[in-house]
């Protein structure tokens, strides 16, 4: 085994997700810091996250946290929404280290962006079960309403190429109608496997609506 | 805590499951069995199990039969096809209780009932890349030719309620119909979760191929 290396500077950013939705996260920080290392952890052999229970996902979450520690990294993004939503504040206290998560910068972005304060949320069970886009939305700007709804199929649907099908569309269509009539200008794509779904998603939408991602 | 009961008759059976799946499998063992007690374990918290890896679905087997012995069952089914497929050699080697799958009885069924002799197996990656049901059919009868297909997205589609909706026909039709070209009379629902979707399979299917399932 190698030794720490004490110099924070040197050490890696530790990266994980529940399976490689992460690594458009991952391409961000890189393109933000393209001078550091990282480490990146994906949990295929458990992916997905997001229909499972929260204590399963906390326990999952710690197993990850652990993995990325061996790799002596200096801190660590959560770079799986349903990690971010359910099990941050309960692995933040637990671990003696900076845990990050991507809910509050898609929270930002959505409240920077809508004019008609009126944002949609869409992500897996976890994620919209906890309420934590809301959450961080309403602490940013108490004036916005919130429409947030989970899409359970989405994550299957991208994890099979089903991006640009009729399937797919007649599905987007079934879960997105209700935020269709209530005149959102902004929607949040709270799963970092959301993006690949993103034309379906912006056709069934329409123009006038704005898609923010996680990423 | 109770005294385990050493009369093996009044003790109950054990029957898990990665969810709620594995009723259908109990509903047929109360109508074989009406005086039996049974103790139902559903990991309704980390379900699905099918898309896992081995090793991932063997430890939660392992975990699932140390739940159900602490209720001091007297024998186990495996009621999910996909820990039936990867994890139950392994599995019955480690604990010295008798444990059941669900591979064998719907082989046995394909296996009476075909008379082309070419059969259908559809399941999850986990049940399908293992083979198992290839390997049982072969062994009852080396004459039959067997197709065998992963539906990933069933398990989700019958979650959802997506039962007899037109992106489910899609779906259907879209992984189906390579099975449509080789001319079987006879499919194995290899998942119990599947008998939800009978009637898309049937539709996609036609008249001439006869579904079999594994309760």
């Given at each position: 085994?190698n030794m720490p290396d004490n110099n924070e500077r040197n050490r890696p950013?530790?990266?994980?997700?529940?399976?490689?939705?992460?690594?458009?996260?991952?391409?961000?920080?890189?393109?933000?810091?393209?001078?550091?290392?990282?480490?990146?952890?994906?949990?295929?052999?458990?992916?997905?996250?997001?229909?499972?229970?929260?204590?399963?996902?906390?326990?999952?979450?710690?197993?990850?946290?652990?993995?990325?520690l061996?790799?002596n990294v200096k801190?660590?993004?959560?770079?799986?929404?349903?990690?971010?939503?359910?099990?941050?504040?309960?692995?933040?206290?637990?671990?003696d280290i900076?845990?990050?998560?991507?809910?509050?910068?898609?929270?930002?972005?959505?409240?920077?962006?809508?004019?008609?304060?009126?944002?949609?949320?869409?992500?897996?069970?976890?994620?919209?079960?906890?309420?934590?886009?809301?959450?961080?939305?309403?602490?940013?700007?108490?004036?916005?309403?919130?429409?947030?709804?989970?899409?359970?199929?989405?994550?299957?649907?991208?994890?099979?190429?089903?991006?640009?099908?009729?399937?797919?569309?007649?599905?987007?269509?079934?879960?997105?109608?209700?935020?269709?009539?209530?005149?959102?200008?902004?929607?949040?794509?709270?799963?970092?496997?959301?993006?690949?779904?993103?034309?379906?998603?912006?056709?069934?939408?329409?123009?006038?609506?704005?898609?923010?991602?996680?990423?």
């Open positions: 085994m950013i530790g990266i994980f997700d529940s399976g490689v939705g992460g690594l458009t996260v991952m391409a961000e920080v890189i393109r933000h810091l393209p001078n550091e290392d990282i480490v990146y952890f994906g949990d295929v052999g458990r992916c997905p996250y997001g229909g499972l229970s929260k204590e399963t996902i906390i326990q999952f979450a710690r197993q990850d946290i652990r993995f990325l061996e790799h801190y660590i993004i959560a770079a799986c929404n349903s990690v971010s939503a359910v099990a941050l504040d309960t692995v933040k206290k637990e671990f900076d845990i990050l998560g991507v809910i509050s910068p898609g929270a930002k972005a959505a409240t920077d962006y809508t004019k008609n304060r009126r944002v949609g949320v869409i992500g897996t069970v976890a994620t919209i079960g906890s309420n934590s886009y809301g959450n961080e939305i309403q602490r940013l700007n108490n004036d916005i309403k919130l429409f947030s709804l989970a899409c359970p199929l989405f994550v299957p649907l991208a994890e099979e190429g089903y991006l640009d099908k009729e399937a797919t569309r007649l599905i987007a269509h079934d879960y997105l109608k209700t935020l269709i009539d209530v005149d959102i200008d902004t929607l949040v794509l709270g799963c970092t496997h959301y993006p690949l779904l993103k034309n379906v998603i912006a056709r069934v939408m329409g123009n006038n609506v704005k898609l923010v991602d996680s990423a």
